[in-house]
């Protein structure tokens, strides 16, 4: 069972990570009606500008939880089925045979064998986990480009299909946005913003129309394991390459306040809760094995309560985002640099401070 709430031990936890490396970080934890916040280091290192508590910033994958809520929403109005090919509503989005092998469910829970559409949206920039011959040149190519949906959907649909077990691929969620779009007669962007967003009172959280963070916000820094050097500042930049599976902004608190309200039971019924937390293992994108359900995966330690969220990152920008089983227990915490370990001579990502430091401070958040 997790102890209560130690404001001394969260603030030196949170310093750490600074002091190990980390330019700026904040992060909220939530314990019954004990609430404590907290920020380290800065939000513009020429500047010296500090981070606060409060900053809106890019969460990444987390908006992968908002997008499967949505979807789950519509399975409750009875307009989709979980277990239903996607040929069904989206014909001709897949080619061939698949679209009658993959289902609603094997989209969100990433068991569709899809692949990755980002490698070839941005052909300059190799994929996970080839890390050893990439490059940040794309980074800077794309910083406003506009892309659209059905081609990164093209994209990836027509790549060589990834084998089992599930493979975690953004193609997934931008093919559930198209069936969002198809039922609801809306963009998925509208649909996931007034049935999802405001619907759980978010003030502080919205889907980005453009390339820009609006409202107090900390620049983002992008040291691409080591080959930006010092890390470059990526806090504009267009998301449509990611779109309703990695583009959301969003606070610590509203993040809290989202997953305790799902968790309730009130963004989707508890049945469809049930569903969201039934897992199957998935490879990340880092090619580590995680149990992953519909949009959510658990994380807990050794005789510990389990947790529940999504963890998310965009270039610069990092968020982890975990709230106990009962709802009770909650920690949202934001980063303001993305891929600091440098690379081995495989192209494997080497151990840093900032790893360690992050996961004593996601130990005392949980767990105290």
Same mark, same amino acid.
């Given at each position: 069972?997790?102890?209560?709430?130690?404001?001394?031990?969260? *603030?030196?936890?949170?310093?750490?990570?600074?002091?190990?490396?980390?330019?700026?970080?904040?992060?909220?934890?939530?314990?019954?009606?004990?609430?404590?916040?907290?920020?380290?280091?800065?939000?513009?290192?020429?500047?010296?500008?500090?981070?606060?508590?409060?900053?809106?910033?890019?969460?990444?994958?987390?908006?992968?939880?908002?997008?499967?809520?949505?979807?789950?929403?519509?399975?409750?109005?009875?307009?989709?089925?979980?277990?239903?090919?996607?040929?069904?509503?989206?014909?001709?989005?897949?080619? #061939?045979?698949?679209?009658?092998?993959?289902?609603?469910?094997?989209?969100? *829970?990433?068991?569709? #064998?899809?692949?990755?559409?980002?490698?070839?949206?941005?052909?300059?920039?190799?994929?996970?986990?080839?890390?050893?011959?990439?490059?940040?040149?794309?980074?800077?190519? &794309?910083?406003?480009?506009?892309?659209?949906?059905?081609?990164?959907?093209?994209?990836?649909?027509?790549?060589?299909?990834?084998?089992?077990?599930?493979?975690?691929?953004?193609?997934?969620?931008?093919?559930?946005?198209?069936?969002?779009?198809?039922?609801?007669?809306?963009?998925?962007?509208?649909?996931?913003?007034?049935?999802?967003?405001?619907?759980?009172?978010?003030?502080?959280?919205?889907?980005?129309?453009?390339?820009?963070?609006?409202?107090? &916000?900390?620049?983002?820094?992008?040291?691409?394991?080591?080959?930006?050097?010092?890390?470059?500042?990526?806090?504009?930049?267009?998301?449509?390459?990611?779109?309703?599976?990695?583009?959301?902004?969003?606070?610590?608190?509203?993040? *809290?306040?989202?997953?305790?309200?799902?968790?309730?039971?009130?963004?989707?019924?508890?049945?469809?809760?049930?569903?969201?937390?039934?897992?199957?293992?998935?490879?990340?994108?880092?090619?580590?094995?995680?149990?992953?359900?519909?949009?959510?995966?658990?994380?807990?330690?050794?005789?510990?309560?389990?947790?529940?969220?999504?963890?998310?990152?965009?270039?610069?920008?990092?968020?982890?985002?975990?709230?106990?089983?009962? #709802?009770?227990?909650?920690?949202?915490?934001?980063?303001?640099?993305?891929?600091?370990?440098?690379?081995?001579?495989?192209?494997?990502?080497?151990? &840093?401070?900032?790893?360690?430091?992050?996961?004593?401070?996601?130990?005392?958040?949980?767990?105290?």
């Amino acid at each position: 069972m997790s102890k209560p709430l130690e404001p001394a031990e969260l *603030n030196a936890a949170i310093e750490d990570v600074h002091r190990a490396g980390m330019p700026g970080l904040f992060a909220e934890v939530r314990d019954g009606d004990q609430v404590w916040r907290g920020a380290a280091g800065v939000a513009d290192v020429a500047t010296s500008r500090p981070v606060t508590a409060d900053m809106r910033h890019r969460v990444g994958s987390i908006n992968k939880t908002f997008t499967a809520a949505a979807v789950l929403q519509q399975v409750e109005s009875g307009r989709i089925d979980l277990d239903a090919p996607i040929g069904r509503y989206l014909p001709g989005a897949v080619p #061939g045979e698949r679209a009658d092998a993959i289902t609603v469910r094997m989209l969100i *829970n990433h068991t569709s #064998g899809l692949a990755e559409y980002l490698p070839y949206a941005y052909p300059s920039l190799k994929a996970f986990p080839d890390l050893a011959n990439t490059g940040p040149q794309s980074l800077d190519d &794309h910083r406003f480009t506009r892309f659209h949906r059905a081609e990164l959907i093209e994209m990836g649909v027509t790549a060589p299909a990834v084998g089992t077990p599930g493979v975690y691929s953004n193609t997934n969620y931008l093919l559930l946005a198209q069936l969002l779009e198809q039922v609801t007669a809306t963009t998925a962007e509208r649909y996931i913003t007034r049935n999802v967003i405001e619907h759980a009172g978010l003030r502080d959280t919205e889907l980005p129309t453009g390339p820009y963070v609006d409202g107090s &916000h900390s620049q983002i820094y992008e040291a691409w394991f080591g080959m930006i050097d010092p890390p470059r500042d990526y806090s504009v930049f267009d998301m449509s390459y990611a779109g309703p599976s990695a583009s959301l902004i969003s606070t610590v608190a509203d993040l *809290n306040r989202f997953y305790g309200m799902l968790l309730a039971g009130e963004i989707v019924s508890p049945s469809s809760l049930k569903q969201m937390q039934r897992t199957v293992p998935v490879i990340s994108q880092e090619g580590k094995t995680i149990d992953y359900g519909l949009g959510l995966h658990p994380m807990d330690a050794p005789g510990q309560d389990t947790f529940w969220g999504h963890g998310g990152t965009v270039w610069g920008a990092g968020a982890l985002a975990m709230t106990r089983a009962d #709802g009770k227990r909650q920690m949202s915490v934001a980063v303001n640099m993305q891929r600091w370990n440098r690379l081995d001579s495989t192209g494997k990502p080497q151990p &840093h401070p900032i790893d360690d430091a992050l996961d004593a401070l996601y130990r005392v958040a949980m767990y105290g």
